[in-house]
């Protein structure tokens, strides 16, 4: 349905022409379906997830029969986050920004309630705020619900998980019978039919469901990890993919802290997001995420419910979620309006268990990656400057830099390639001259016996190499007694030893430019699996 279907529906011309500002090219599903039967006052179930543009289905109405000469409350959305109801009031004051006189006010829990009340008597036709807040007003009979004609009850079904039933049910109970409700909900459940059979006149089922619990275009990873190294392989996959912008969730408040001050300390933008934080420290978290002043955003579920931002690269996954449906909505904020995204996490011991199910349950596939080296990570960006690098040789006229690095070239006698490779250090950070054991000091449980540290090297049986031959090299090379190095496990590409932990860093530093039967090798911890 194009732009024109809006105009047939005969709204109001100013919600036409904020829709046009908001580049709407098409109604959504939900919307052709569900706009003309509120507009036809009928009471409506809407089955449809986050991100299908329901809150415009019920929020072009909601506008549409609002009486601005009357400052009086006329429409209530229920909302069960703070976040959601903050999210539902911008995109409200969007669509009904050519409007005068109609004035829309979120309300909720965190915010000092005086200020809510004076905004409320200066006269706000439309409130949006969460059941307990909402309920609070009307203690305090600063909201009178005497003159509502709809009221919208949005993510209902996630409403009734937080324990909000009684409220709900106590607000509806409130208003009057001739007012129009509305419930837009992700599943159908039997509290919510319930909630429609006794508040809801005769209403209009619209089902708009995605086939698929995920986004075909986002790619998933997992990477099994010691908890010891984490933060290490995060900030590697970070680096490895350089997303524009990406959100981490964890599965605590207190993990979110922690995470987002080891971020900051590297060097990242990072901030913050769960539920302990006061409303104008989530407000400024929030909008830095949005302008892209903040790149990484961590967060709880909960604190990342409404969060609805299109520009999302990837999806990290620091903690296994406990909720095999939260898997599907923190995935699902990458990915959007056609974009390809990406989906990592980070599994510890005996969480792979966890991610089957998850697997099972989403219908998707999540395929294990081994953990990006350090090697790895210098190699991609170098890459990726490089490439700036060629783009600005192309584009733009460089004589003056070239007579001031001749300049410098002829004085101290370094080369041009000398020069170059010390501005490639310079830009990738001191970070990247470490070696892999500087790094990862702490090698976690990579399934070796205790004291010993297990290292993967990728020369195996095809290479004509043999237990003794690795035995042999690490001996010889590092002056290590044979003896104490442990249990070697050969196969066709490559091979696991094990090693003291004390020697590791060492083993690891030697071998690097050694060779077996005159082979290079790559030498690293293993990952346990």
Known sequence: MSINKFEELELNSRIIRAVEDMGFEEMSPIQANAIPAILEGKDVVGQAQTGTGKTAAFGIPMLQMVDPKSKAIQGIVLCPTRELAIQVAEEYRNLGKYL??????????????????????????????????????????????????????????EMLNMGFREDIETILSQTTQERQTIMF??????????????????????????KELTVPKIEQYYYEVSPKNKEEVLSRLLDMYNPKLSLVFCNTKRQVDELTSALQGRGYFAEGLHGDLKQIQRDRVMNGFRNGKTEILV?????????DVDDVEAVFNYDVPQDDEYYVHRIGRTGRAGREGRAFTLVVGREVFKLKDIQRYAKTR?????????????AVKAEKIL??????????????????????????????????????????GA??????????????????????????????????VRPGDILGAIAGETG??????????????????????????????????????????????????
């Open 366 to 378: 999540i395929k294990l990656q081994p953990i990006p080296s350090v090697n790895d990570v210098t």
């Open 387 to 428: 490439d700036k690098v060629k783009e600005i040789v192309d584009s733009e006229d460089l004589s003056k830099m070239m007579n001031l690095i001749e300049t410098r070239i002829n004085d101290n006698g370094i080369t041009a390639l000398d020069m170059a490779a010390g501005f490639l250090k310079m830009t990738m």
């Open 100 to 157: 005068h006189g109609i004035k829309v006010l979120p309300i909720y829990g965190g915010q000092e309630i005086s200020k809510q009340i004076r905004s409320i008597k200066s006269g706000s036709q439309i409130i949006i705020g969460t059941p307990g807040r909402v309920m609070d007003h009307m203690r305090r009979k600063t909201i009178k619900l005497d003159n509502i004609k709809m009221i919208v009850l949005d993510e209902a079904d």
């Open 480 to 529: 290590m007694p044979g003896k104490l190095i442990g249990t070697i496990d050969m196969y066709d590409k490559y091979t696991f030893v094990e090693v003291p932990k004390e020697h590791a860093s060492e083993v690891i530093q030697v071998m690097k430019s050694a060779k077996i039967k005159g082979k290079s090798l790559n030498i690293e911890p293993a990952n346990k699996r």
């Open 431 to 464: 970070e990247y001259g470490r070696d892999e054991e500087q790094i990862l000091d702490d090698f976690g449980n990579t399934g070796a016996e205790a004291g010993m540290v297990r290292l993967f090297i990728n020369l195996g049986k095809k290479q004509n």
């Open 299 to 307: 967060a709880t579920d909960v604190a990342a419910r409404g969060i």
């Open 185 to 210: 909900s992700a599943t159908m459940a039997r509290p919510i039919l319930d909630i429609a059979k006794t508040y809801q006149n005769n209403p209009e089922i619209i089902k708009v469901v995605k």
